[in-house]
């Protein structure tokens, strides 16, 4: 397909390799944020293509993985009672909360359905007018759009059966988090392409500058992760900490401007906790007080529970690129993807699901 | 999650407050809201998530910065020769 092979030729990605080996002198540690960008890493054993030099740690990038248990609790609280249709992209299922997850809802007889867009669930509440539909809205800043626009619709042709219960959460807090930490390693980020070509890069310009850190927008196949680790490697090696774009065919500096004005009409940016990591300030949006009526939470008269983690989970530094998933005392017994403990196990695109997937032959 | 995939617009119409694609990937075809790419055309590719188009793929963009790779490749590919 146009857009997605010629980014995986080898040839290509075999001299970006050499290049960043003859580039790269001293040791730099860089993160990828987006757990899409780690599936590819993994995938295509591009570790392997890298010197010594240059070490990859992985962030928490997948709004599955980091939706806390408190929001997972809460959704299996309102699937299980009656009359309810709860509607969620198919990722979420699997995610456990504090003793059960939605597969079981389902299972025991629950009307959980996948959906493949958030206009399907709207469309559903109009197909069940007698019965109350709830979309699990998850995601970063790429889904939020589309989020907001299933709401937005349903309040503009008065689809009153329809609400979403929200767990959005914002990749720049997320990153300052990281370099505020006293104990941070990462010397440049490969920033989320698809987030950026929603949101644009100049907040992530405000973050280089603060933290003086190297910041490259990268998209998603082999030779895009690939030229984005070189053009970190070049910056790092000539003392420059500026935002560039790798993924232009996408991304433009200001982003999506329709997509942003939908998104500041119907959220508001709030407070979040991030399951593996906890409370971050400012860290994602909820619903604004004029779609009320839509939001979940308020609907079904459900909030502010607080919920422990499992002390076994190293997610927290994982997340944050101070460890690794083979680090972890339970990686792989304890916490498989089909048991999952922790947050980056939960998803296919958490990291540990992915070292899991790909690197659990190496004797770990 | 994030995932977001290319495809070319191959007609759009409007429904309601709406406009809806025909979008082909490869060999497959979806209808694509484009409320979010208010301007994309049919012909042009849009980067496509969750049922809706995020952003038009700039071609101009997207064939310059690929033709730099390749010729970094081929650089690469003589170094190797000459050596």
């Known amino acids: 397909m146009k857009y997605l092979d010629e980014y995986r030729d080898v040839h290509i990605a075999r001299a970006l390799s050499a290049r960043i080996r003859a580039r790269a002198a001293h040791p730099w540690v860089l993160m990828e944020i987006c757990g ?38 809460t959704a299996i609280e309102i699937a299980s009672r009656p009359g309810v249709i709860f509607v969620s992209y198919g990722d979420m ?78 990749v720049p807090p997320a990153i300052r988090m990281i370099l505020r930490s006293p104990v941070n390693r990462v010397q440049g980020f490969i920033a989320p392409g698809h987030v950026c070509s929603v949101m644009g890069f100049q907040e992530y310009e405000a973050l280089a500058e603060e933290f003086r850190v190297p910041i490259v927008v990268g998209g998603f196949e082999p030779v895009d992760v690939l030229e984005a680790i070189a053009m970190l490697v070049d910056q790092l090696e000539q003392g420059e900490a500026r935002v560039e774009n790798q993924y232009v065919r996408s991304v433009t500096r200001t982003g999506n401007t329709a997509a942003q004005k939908l998104m500041a009409e119907v959220f508001e940016v709030a407070d979040r906790p991030w399951r593996g990591i906890g409370p971050i300030p400012a860290s994602g949006y909820r619903l604004r007080e004029e779609y009320a009526a839509f939001d979940a939470e308020r609907v079904f008269g459900v909030s502010d529970k607080h919920v422990a983690e499992p002390a076994e989970c190293i997610s927290a530094q994982v997340l944050q690129g101070l460890k690794k998933p083979v680090d972890c005392g339970v990686f792989g017994t304890g916490c498989t993807p089909e048991r999952p403990m922790g947050a980056p196990m939960v998803s296919s695109e958490g990291v540990c699901a992915a070292y899991y997937a790909y690197r659990r032959h190496d004797g770990v | 999650m994030c995932l977001a995939i290319p495809g070319k617009i191959l007609e759009a119409e409007d429904v309601g407050v709406s406009r809806i694609a025909k979008v082909q990937f490869g060999g497959v075809y979806r209808q694509v809201y484009l409320d979010l790419v208010p301007e994309a055309q049919p012909g042009d590719y849009v980067l496509v998530h969750v049922g809706f188009a995020i952003s038009r793929i700039e071609e101009d963009e997207a064939r310059r910065t690929f033709d730099l790779l390749r010729q970094m490749e081929e650089a690469q590919q003589e170094a190797e020769q000459g050596a």
């Open chain 1, 93 to 170: 299922l699997r995610v456990p909360g504090s003793d059960s997850d939605l597969f079981r809802v389902k299972a025991a007889g629950g009307d959980v359905r996948i959906v493949y867009s958030p206009m399907d669930a709207v469309k559903i509440a109009q197909d069940n007018p007698d019965r109350q539909v709830v979309f699990f809205g998850v995601g970063f800043e790429t889904t939020a759009p589309a989020n907001a626009m299933a709401v937005w619709h349903a309040r503009r042709a008065g689809v009153g059966n329809f609400s979403m219960l929200a767990s959005h959460v914002l």
């Open chain 1, 36 to 73: 899409g960008q780690t599936h590819t890493i993994m995938r295509y054993g591009l570790e392997e293509l890298l010197p010594a030099e240059v070490e990859l740690v992985h962030g928490p990038g997948c709004p599955v993985c980091v939706a806390p248990l408190e929001i997972i609790d």
